[in-house]
């Protein structure tokens, strides 16, 4: 289910900054089409940026393991007795009695020495195995869903009502997301989605209001 919730967050993200983005510039007093051309240019920085920091992010963790993983192999063919003996204290401190323990570490490391100790001395599953370039394009994905959403609206609806629009639809569609969110990560839904309008109501609000005030000034 990590995909999914990333896909949800990323299109949340695309939704709250280009929605906020639109609000900003039409706050201003701006033609449509200089509020759609921000607004795109919005949804292709975010994308970017997301699937940049996505990459970066999942890639480190990836090298990160990738070390760790060799220098344990080293480490178990050189000295696999002390590895053992490491495995055994690990168990013990998690709460089995020592010949018990002992007799766990010398199993899994029978069975494969190299899986026992990635998962239990150095927290790596094999689901955790990070593939960069899917979760950069996912995210990227999600990402422009999310934003397109208040740029429809936005060449779909008259200027006069784009204000309430906008955030209504995109309020909208946070709440339904968020919920989603909350309850792919079993947490309380309603809790959810009044975190996620609030928050997102706030980034509107005030890019709005900054928009405005640079409208007078400007
Ligand atoms: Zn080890």
């Not at 344990?72 to 690990?90: A, G, N, V, W, Y």
């Amino acid at each position: 289910m990590g995909w999914l919730r990333a896909a949800v967050l990323g299109a949340n993200d695309g939704i709250v900054s280009t929605s906020s983005l639109i609000l900003g510039v039409a706050a201003s007093h701006a033609t449509l089409s200089t509020i759609l051309i921000a607004g795109v240019a919005g949804l292709v920085s975010g994308a970017i940026s997301m699937a940049a920091g996505e990459y970066i992010s999942v890639q480190s963790q990836a090298d990160t393991e990738e070390a760790a993983l060799k220098l344990e192999s080293r480490e178990l063919k050189d000295d696999p007795e002390s590895e053992l003996q490491e495995l055994t204290e690990i168990y013990v401190g998690r709460g089995l009695e020592l010949p018990l323990a002992g007799q766990v570490a010398k199993q899994l490391m029978e069975h494969d020495a190299l899986q026992a100790h990635a998962r239990d001395e150095l927290g790596i599953t094999e689901t955790l195995s990070a593939r960069p370039l899917q979760a950069a394009f996912a995210s990227a994905c999600s990402f422009a869903i999310g934003a397109l959403l208040p740029l429809l609206v936005t060449t779909i609806v008259p200027m006069t009502y784009l204000f309430a629009l906008i955030a209504g639809t995109s309020l909208i569609f946070l709440a339904f997301l968020g919920g989603i969110a909350a309850h792919i990560g079993g947490a309380d839904i309603k809790k959810g989605i009044l975190r996620v309008t609030f928050w997102s109501a706030l980034a509107m609000g005030a890019t709005s209001i900054i928009g405005s005030l640079f409208g007078t000034v400007l």
